[in-house]
């Protein structure tokens, strides 16, 4: 299993310009997870999916959108990019309520700098 | 909301014991868990405990859990350079998907 992965690793963006950040699991996780982490803050919760065809808002969804439209991707995108969300953006799934701790698989990260 | 806290930096000597503090407010919390984040990757789980035990062990790793007080800790025994990184602690209840996270306790190992 490659487990969790994103893509892109790395993106520079200019203000106002859009994208999209693609996170893919093959474990055949229900729930999948998108959080950004910036220095001292932690993880913060952006949107999350408790299953195919589902999102919810997190802590801070302000800006950005999400969708899942196949069980095994989770799809971030920002519209109009803006300095503010220069960050480190992760990942995460878990198998689902009722396996056993259902602990986060997170993935290695996006950074992305936006000018 | 509810609210995980821990310390920001600790800084401990090669061969030294470390220890890392969480406290946390929720009370229905059932599985609490302690994430390593080492440089320019993802977290990866270390170690966690259910809210009915005091105590796990696994190898150099000891977690201690006072339900009472709402404080967690793990113990690191025998430090070495390659323990530095984030240490995060995270709590959930048994029904939520959705767990709570500390802002992360950067442990720096010197010689």
């Known amino acids: 299993n490659a487990g969790v992965t994103q893509t892109p690793k790395f993106r520079v963006l200019k203000t106002g310009q859009s994208m999209t950040l693609l996170c893919a699991q093959d474990?055949?996780?229900?729930?999948m997870y998108w959080y950004r982490q910036d220095p001292g803050m932690g993880l913060r919760l952006i949107h999350y999916?408790?299953?195919?065809?589902?999102?919810a808002k997190g802590e801070v969804p302000d800006g950005y959108n999400v969708s899942r439209l196949k069980k095994q991707n989770f799809l971030l995108g920002l519209e109009s990019a803006a300095p503010s969300q220069t960050s480190v953006y992760f990942c995460?799934?878990?198998?689902?309520?009722?396996?056993?701790?259902?602990?986060?698989?997170f993935g290695p990260g996006t950074r992305l700098t936006v000018l | 909301g509810e609210d995980v806290e821990q310390s920001l930096f600790l800084s401990v000597r090669e061969g030294d014991s470390s220890v890392i503090n969480c406290t946390y407010t929720?009370?229905?919390?059932?599985?609490l868990y302690w994430y390593k984040q080492e440089p320019g990757a993802g977290l990866q789980l270390l170690t966690y405990i259910f809210s009915n035990m005091d105590m796990k062990q696994d190898q150099r790793l000891t977690v201690l859990l006072n339900k009472k007080d709402k404080h967690l800790s793990l113990r690191i025994a025998d430090t070495q350079t390659g323990d530095s990184a984030i240490y995060f602690c995270?709590?959930?209840?048994?029904?939520?998907?959705?767990?709570?996270f500390g802002r992360g306790t950067s442990l720096i190992v010197h010689p």
């Open positions: 999916s408790v299953g195919e065809g589902t999102t």
């Open positions: 929720d009370s229905s919390s059932t599985y």
């Open positions: 474990m055949n996780h229900e729930y």
């Open positions: 995270a709590d959930r209840s048994g029904g939520s998907y959705i767990p709570t």
């Open positions: 995460a799934s878990i198998p689902g309520l009722g396996f056993g701790t259902d602990t986060q698989y």
